[in-house]
C-alpha cells in the first residue's frame, strides 16, 4: 500500500509533466495561428505546430521526469520538509525508527501544504508568446498584410494544357506545334492590397481595373500568336523563346489563342471565359439612432449613434452631411454642414465601428428648426472611388409658440389649410412599408396597411369638409363637437375677407337700420345651415380648383380602398396622382400677373352659332411603333445555315462576319449561363474560322442556334373563327373516331 506522501509525490510529478505539455502546446500555437492568418493554409500550420511541438518536446523531455527530481525540488524550495522528501522513495522496511518518524511527518507536511507546492514550470512565459502572436494575426488580418505573403510564383494549379485545332485540315502536320508551357499572371489592382496571382488556368475571374498578363512558350518555332478577346485581335509579343502578351481586364466575355506555324497553317484554341468581379460599395449600418427624432425647448438636444462601417478592400473616408432648415413656405433657408466622427477613421480598414454625437445648440438650431443628415463613405477604390450613403434621418426641435395668420391691409387670403401637406407623409409610409415586408410578419404588415387606409380616409374627409361636403358615420360622440362646428361655418368667410364696411358699424348712424329692419331680420338657422345653392357659401375655391379638389378625392378613395385589402403596391398610384392634382391646386390658388400683349381674333358674327363645320380638319396620325428585334444576327445566321445546308456552299468572306456579330450577341448569354451556351459559342467560332465544314456540322450548329431564339409572342390580331363550347366538343369527338377508325 502506498502512503500519502509518496503518493503526493506521484500526482506532483503528472501535474509537472501535464503543465509541461501545455507549455510546449503555447508555444508552438501562437506561431501556427499567424502562419494560417497569413497563408490561409491549414496544412502548413498544422505542420508548423507539429515541427514546433516537436522541436521543444525533445529539447525539455517531460517524459523523463522522475521521483527523484521531484523530491530534490521540493527539498530545495520549501524549507519545511527538511530535505527528508527522499525517504517517502525508500522502503519502509530499510529505515529506522527515527527515519520513519520522519518520514510520517514529512506526509503530513505535504499534505497541508499541497495547495502551495508547485511545479516549476513558467506558464506565464507561453502564454504572453501566444497572446503576442494572437495580436500580430489580429493586426495582419485587419491589415490585409497576409496578401503581402501569397505566393507570386508557387506551384500552378493543374489545369489542362490549352489545345490547338488547324482551321484548314489538309494543311495539318503530323507533329503539329503545340504549348510548352503556359501561364496566366493577374496583378490586381494596388489598392486591394493583394498579391499578384499565378495561374495555369485560362478561365480568368479577376477584379475590375487588374492587369492580365499571358505567357506561352511553344515546342517548335512559328510564326506569330495572337488573343482574340471576342472579335478584337491582339498579337502577342515575341519575348525569348515565348510570346506575352498584358492587358487591362474591363469587360466580360470570352478568348481564345490563335498562331500560324512555318508552313502558314493557322491553328485556334477553345474559347476561355472573362469574368469582371465588381468593387462591393462600403455598407453602412446605423446603430442606436431613430429615424425621426424630436426634442423639447428644456430637453438636452444631442444626438449619440455608432456607425459601422465595411469594406471588402476598406474604407477611405467617412463623414456626416447635416442640413439645417428655417423658415417654412416660401421663406425656408438651409445651410449644409460636413460633420467628421468623433473617432478617428482608419483609412484601409476593412471593418471599423465610429460613434457621433451631434450637440442641436451648437448647429444654432431654434424651436421649429429641422436637422436632416446622412452618413457617407468611401471605399479606396481607384481612379473613382465607391460611395455609398445611408438614409436620412430627421431631427426637430418642438415649437411651442406658433403665429396665427393674420389678415393685413394689402394680405391676401391664405386658402391652403396645413394639411395639404400630408399625402406625401402617407407615400413615404407606404413606400417604407413595401420595403419593410420582408423583414415584418403579415399580421403587422395587415395591420400597418390598414392604419395606413384609416390615415388616408382622414385626410379624405378633411378635404371633404374643407370644400363644404357633409360627414356622415360620426360617432355620437362627437355629436357635440358636430354641434359646435355647425354654429361657426356660417362666419368661414369671415377670417378669409377683408371686412372694410362692417368694421365700423356700431358707430354709423341707424336710420338706414330703422327704414328696412323688418326685411333685413336675421334667420335664427342660418348660422347652423350649410347653404350650398349660395356658390360664395358653399366653398372658398372656384369652380375649376373644386373640380381638381373631387378629383383629389377620388383617388384618395381608391388609394384608400387598397390600403384596405392590404395590398399597398397598388394604392401608390392612386396617391401619387392624388399629390400631383394637390400640387396643382396650391399652384393655382397663387395669383399671378396676367401677360399683356395679346389680343383675341375678333367673332365673325355671321358664322357664331351657325353650327358650319365644313372648315374644320380632323387630326390624325399614324404611327407604326418598332420595337427592337431579339438576337437579330443569330436568326440571319439560321437563315444563311438553311442556305448552306440546302446547296452545300461553301463559306464567304460575310459569313464569317455573320457568325462573329451572332457569336457577339451568343457570348452575352453564354456569360450568364456558360453550361448551356458555351458549347454552342464554340462551334459557331470554329465553323466562322474555318473554309470547309461538314453538312453534319452546320445541322448540329443550327439546331444548336434555334434553340437559343425565345419563342416569338403571339402578336394581336383579328380573327374569324367564334370558337364556341360545342365547336369544341365536336372536334373532340371526331378526333376520338378518327383515331378508334
Same mark, same amino acid.
Given at each position: 500500500?502506498?502512503?500519502?506522501?509518496?503518493l503526493?509525490?506521484?500526482?506532483?510529478?503528472?501535474?509537472?509533466?501535464?503543465?509541461?505539455?501545455l507549455?510546449i502546446?503555447?508555444?508552438a500555437?501562437?506561431p501556427?495561428?499567424?502562419?494560417?492568418?497569413?497563408k490561409?493554409?491549414f496544412?502548413?500550420?498544422?505542420?508548423?505546430? =507539429?515541427?514546433?511541438?516537436?522541436?521543444i518536446?525533445?529539447?525539455?523531455?517531460?517524459?523523463?521526469?522522475?521521483?527523484?527530481?521531484?523530491?530534490?525540488?521540493?527539498?530545495?524550495?520549501?524549507?519545511?520538509?527538511?530535505f527528508?522528501?527522499?525517504?517517502?522513495?525508500?522502503?519502509?522496511?530499510?529505515?529506522?525508527?527515527?527515519?520513519?518518524?520522519?518520514?510520517?511527518?514529512?506526509?503530513?507536511?505535504?499534505?497541508?501544504?499541497?495547495?502551495t507546492?508547485?511545479p516549476?514550470?513558467?506558464?506565464?512565459?507561453?502564454?504572453?508568446?501566444?497572446?503576442?502572436f494572437?495580436?500580430?494575426?489580429?493586426?495582419?488580418?485587419?491589415?490585409?498584410?497576409?496578401?503581402?505573403?501569397?505566393?507570386? %510564383?508557387g506551384?500552378?494549379e493543374?489545369?489542362?494544357?490549352?489545345?490547338?485545332?488547324?482551321?484548314?485540315?489538309? /494543311?495539318?502536320?503530323?507533329?503539329?506545334?503545340?504549348?510548352?508551357?503556359?501561364? /496566366?499572371?493577374?496583378?490586381?489592382?494596388?489598392?486591394?492590397?493583394?498579391g499578384? %496571382?499565378?495561374?495555369?488556368?485560362?478561365?480568368?475571374?479577376?477584379?475590375?481595373?487588374?492587369?492580365?498578363?499571358?505567357?506561352?512558350?511553344?515546342?517548335?518555332v512559328?510564326?506569330g500568336?495572337?488573343?482574340?478577346?471576342?472579335? *478584337?485581335?491582339?498579337?502577342?509579343d515575341?519575348?525569348?523563346?515565348?510570346?506575352?502578351?498584358?492587358?487591362?481586364? %474591363?469587360?466580360?466575355?470570352?478568348?481564345?489563342?490563335?498562331?500560324?506555324?512555318?508552313?502558314?497553317?493557322i491553328?485556334?484554341?477553345?474559347?476561355?471565359?472573362?469574368?469582371?468581379?465588381?468593387?462591393?460599395?462600403?455598407?453602412?449600418?446605423?446603430?442606436?439612432?431613430q429615424?425621426? %427624432?424630436?426634442?423639447?425647448?428644456?430637453?438636452?438636444?444631442?444626438?449619440?449613434?455608432?456607425?459601422?462601417?465595411?469594406?471588402?478592400?476598406?474604407?477611405?473616408?467617412?463623414?456626416?452631411?447635416?442640413?439645417?432648415?428655417?423658415?417654412?413656405?416660401?421663406?425656408?433657408?438651409f445651410?449644409?454642414?460636413?460633420?467628421?466622427?468623433?473617432?478617428? /477613421?482608419?483609412?484601409?480598414?476593412k471593418?471599423?465601428?465610429?460613434?457621433?454625437?451631434?450637440?442641436?445648440?451648437?448647429?444654432?438650431?431654434?424651436?421649429?428648426?429641422?436637422?436632416?443628415?446622412?452618413?457617407?463613405?468611401?471605399?479606396t477604390?481607384?481612379?473613382k472611388?465607391?460611395?455609398?450613403?445611408?438614409?436620412?434621418f430627421?431631427?426637430?426641435?418642438?415649437?411651442?409658440?406658433?403665429?396665427?395668420?393674420?389678415?393685413?391691409?394689402?394680405?391676401?387670403?391664405?386658402?391652403?389649410?396645413?394639411?395639404?401637406?400630408?399625402?406625401?407623409?402617407?407615400?413615404?409610409?407606404?413606400?417604407?412599408?413595401l420595403?419593410?415586408?420582408?423583414?415584418?410578419?403579415?399580421?403587422?404588415?395587415?395591420?400597418?396597411?390598414?392604419?395606413?387606409?384609416?390615415?388616408q380616409k382622414?385626410?379624405?374627409?378633411?378635404?371633404?369638409?374643407?370644400?363644404?361636403?357633409?360627414?356622415?358615420?360620426?360617432?355620437?360622440?362627437t355629436? &357635440?363637437?358636430?354641434g359646435?362646428?355647425?354654429?361657426?361655418?356660417s362666419?368661414?368667410?369671415?377670417?378669409?375677407?377683408?371686412?372694410?364696411?362692417?368694421?365700423?358699424?356700431?358707430?354709423?348712424?341707424?336710420?338706414?337700420?330703422?327704414?328696412?329692419?323688418?326685411?333685413?331680420?336675421?334667420?335664427?338657422?342660418e348660422?347652423?345651415?350649410? *347653404?350650398?345653392?349660395?356658390?360664395?357659401?358653399?366653398?372658398?375655391?372656384?369652380a375649376?380648383?373644386?373640380?381638381? =379638389?373631387?378629383?383629389?378625392?377620388?383617388?384618395?378613395?381608391?388609394?384608400? =380602398?387598397?390600403?384596405? /385589402?392590404?395590398?399597398p403596391?397598388?394604392?401608390?398610384?392612386?396617391?401619387?396622382?392624388?399629390?400631383?392634382?394637390?400640387?396643382?391646386?396650391?399652384?393655382?390658388?397663387?395669383?399671378?400677373?396676367h401677360r399683356?400683349?395679346?389680343d383675341?381674333?375678333?367673332?365673325?358674327?355671321?358664322?357664331?352659332?351657325?353650327?358650319?363645320?365644313?372648315?374644320?380638319?380632323?387630326?390624325?396620325?399614324?404611327?407604326?411603333?418598332?420595337?427592337?428585334?431579339?438576337?437579330?444576327?443569330i436568326?440571319k445566321?439560321?437563315?444563311?445555315? &438553311?442556305?448552306l445546308?440546302?446547296?452545300?456552299?461553301?463559306?464567304?468572306v460575310?459569313?464569317?462576319?455573320?457568325?462573329?456579330?451572332?457569336?457577339?450577341?451568343?457570348?452575352i448569354?453564354?456569360?450568364?449561363?456558360?453550361?448551356?451556351?458555351?458549347?454552342?459559342?464554340?462551334?459557331?467560332?470554329?465553323?466562322?474560322?474555318?473554309?470547309?465544314?461538314?453538312?453534319l456540322?452546320?445541322?448540329?450548329?443550327?439546331?444548336?442556334?434555334?434553340?437559343?431564339?425565345p419563342?416569338?409572342?403571339?402578336?394581336?390580331?383579328?380573327?374569324?373563327?367564334?370558337?364556341?363550347?360545342i365547336?369544341?366538343l365536336?372536334?373532340?369527338?371526331?378526333?376520338?373516331?378518327?383515331?378508334?377508325?
Amino acid at each position: 500500500m502506498i502512503d500519502s506522501g509518496k503518493l503526493f509525490l506521484l500526482n506532483f510529478k503528472k501535474r509537472w509533466q501535464l503543465l509541461e505539455v501545455l507549455a510546449i502546446v503555447l508555444y508552438a500555437l501562437g506561431p501556427a495561428i499567424l502562419s494560417y492568418i497569413l497563408k490561409s493554409d491549414f496544412a502548413l500550420g498544422l505542420f508548423l505546430f =507539429l515541427a514546433i511541438a516537436t522541436a521543444i518536446a525533445l529539447y525539455k523531455k517531460p517524459w523523463r521526469l522522475t521521483l527523484g527530481k521531484v523530491s530534490s525540488h521540493i527539498d530545495q524550495k520549501y524549507d519545511g520538509v527538511e530535505f527528508s522528501t527522499g525517504l517517502l522513495l525508500k522502503p519502509m522496511d530499510e529505515l529506522a525508527n527515527m527515519a520513519m518518524l520522519q518520514r510520517y511527518k514529512i506526509g503530513e507536511v505535504l499534505k497541508e501544504n499541497r495547495n502551495t507546492i508547485k511545479p516549476e514550470v513558467p506558464i506565464k512565459k507561453p502564454l504572453v508568446i501566444l497572446l503576442l502572436f494572437v495580436l500580430l494575426s489580429f493586426i495582419s488580418y485587419q491589415f490585409s498584410f497576409q496578401e503581402y505573403f501569397k505566393k507570386a %510564383t508557387g506551384k500552378m494549379e493543374n489545369q489542362q494544357m490549352v489545345k490547338f485545332q488547324p482551321l484548314d485540315s489538309t /494543311l495539318r502536320k503530323d507533329t503539329p506545334p503545340s504549348l510548352k508551357s503556359q501561364k /496566366l499572371t493577374i496583378y490586381h489592382p494596388s489598392y486591394t492590397k493583394l498579391g499578384q %496571382t499565378v495561374t495555369s488556368n485560362m478561365n480568368i475571374k479577376a477584379l475590375e481595373g487588374s492587369k492580365l498578363v499571358w505567357e506561352v512558350q511553344f515546342d517548335t518555332v512559328i510564326q506569330g500568336a495572337s488573343i482574340e478577346i471576342l472579335e *478584337n485581335a491582339y498579337p502577342m509579343d515575341k519575348v525569348g523563346d515565348g510570346y506575352l502578351k498584358q492587358i487591362i481586364h %474591363t469587360d466580360n466575355g470570352f478568348y481564345n489563342f490563335k498562331f500560324k506555324d512555318t508552313d502558314g497553317a493557322i491553328y485556334v484554341s477553345d474559347l476561355y471565359a472573362m469574368e469582371v468581379l465588381k468593387d462591393e460599395s462600403p455598407v453602412i449600418e446605423i446603430q442606436g439612432l431613430q429615424q425621426f %427624432t424630436s426634442f423639447d425647448l428644456s430637453q438636452h438636444k444631442v444626438l449619440h449613434f455608432e456607425v459601422e462601417l465595411t469594406d471588402d478592400f476598406g474604407v477611405e473616408d467617412a463623414y456626416v452631411i447635416a442640413t439645417v432648415s428655417k423658415g417654412e413656405g416660401e421663406s425656408v433657408k438651409f445651410r449644409e454642414e460636413r460633420l467628421t466622427f468623433d473617432d478617428k /477613421l482608419s483609412a484601409g480598414t476593412k471593418k471599423q465601428v465610429l460613434s457621433k454625437k451631434i450637440d442641436l445648440d451648437l448647429l444654432n438650431m431654434e424651436p421649429g428648426d429641422e436637422l436632416y443628415f446622412y452618413m457617407v463613405a468611401m471605399d479606396t477604390k481607384r481612379p473613382k472611388a465607391n460611395i455609398s450613403r445611408s438614409e436620412t434621418f430627421f431631427a426637430v426641435i418642438k415649437d411651442t409658440v406658433t403665429n396665427p395668420f393674420a389678415v393685413e391691409g394689402t394680405m391676401g387670403a391664405d386658402l391652403m389649410p396645413d394639411y395639404f401637406r400630408s399625402q406625401r407623409q402617407l407615400i413615404i409610409d407606404t413606400e417604407k412599408l413595401l420595403a419593410d415586408q420582408n423583414k415584418i410578419t403579415k399580421e403587422k404588415f395587415n395591420f400597418t396597411s390598414n392604419e395606413l387606409g384609416y390615415d388616408q380616409k382622414a385626410l379624405r374627409i378633411k378635404y371633404g369638409e374643407f370644400m363644404g361636403d357633409e360627414v356622415v358615420g360620426e360617432n355620437p360622440a362627437t355629436e &357635440e363637437a358636430k354641434g359646435d362646428r355647425k354654429a361657426t361655418n356660417s362666419d368661414l368667410l369671415k377670417e378669409y375677407t377683408h371686412d372694410h364696411d362692417g368694421g365700423n358699424e356700431h358707430n354709423l348712424v341707424d336710420h338706414d337700420h330703422h327704414e328696412g329692419e323688418e326685411e333685413k331680420e336675421e334667420n335664427p338657422l342660418e348660422s347652423y345651415l350649410h *347653404n350650398h345653392d349660395d356658390p360664395e357659401e358653399s366653398t372658398l375655391f372656384t369652380a375649376s380648383i373644386k373640380s381638381k =379638389l373631387r378629383l383629389a378625392m377620388d383617388e384618395m378613395w381608391n388609394a384608400e =380602398l387598397y390600403l384596405r /385589402l392590404y395590398t399597398p403596391e397598388k394604392s401608390l398610384p392612386y396617391q401619387y396622382r392624388a399629390l400631383k392634382l394637390i400640387q396643382d391646386i396650391k399652384n393655382s390658388a397663387r395669383i399671378y400677373v396676367h401677360r399683356i400683349g395679346f389680343d383675341p381674333p375678333p367673332i365673325k358674327e355671321d358664322k357664331r352659332l351657325s353650327g358650319t363645320i365644313d372648315e374644320v380638319i380632323n387630326y390624325s396620325k399614324m404611327e407604326d411603333i418598332a420595337q427592337p428585334e431579339e438576337l437579330p444576327f443569330i436568326k440571319k445566321a439560321v437563315e444563311r445555315l &438553311e442556305r448552306l445546308i440546302i446547296s452545300g456552299a461553301k463559306l464567304k468572306v460575310g459569313d464569317r462576319g455573320l457568325f462573329e456579330k451572332a457569336g457577339n450577341e451568343l457570348s452575352i448569354l453564354a456569360i450568364q449561363e456558360p453550361g448551356k451556351y458555351l458549347g454552342t459559342l464554340q462551334q459557331l467560332k470554329w465553323i466562322s474560322e474555318r473554309s470547309e465544314t461538314s453538312k453534319l456540322q452546320l445541322e448540329k450548329l443550327q439546331r444548336a442556334l434555334l434553340a437559343v431564339i425565345p419563342k416569338s409572342k403571339p402578336a394581336p390580331r383579328k380573327s374569324n373563327k367564334y370558337p364556341s363550347e360545342i365547336n369544341e366538343l365536336l372536334l373532340q369527338e371526331l378526333e376520338l373516331n378518327d383515331g378508334s377508325n
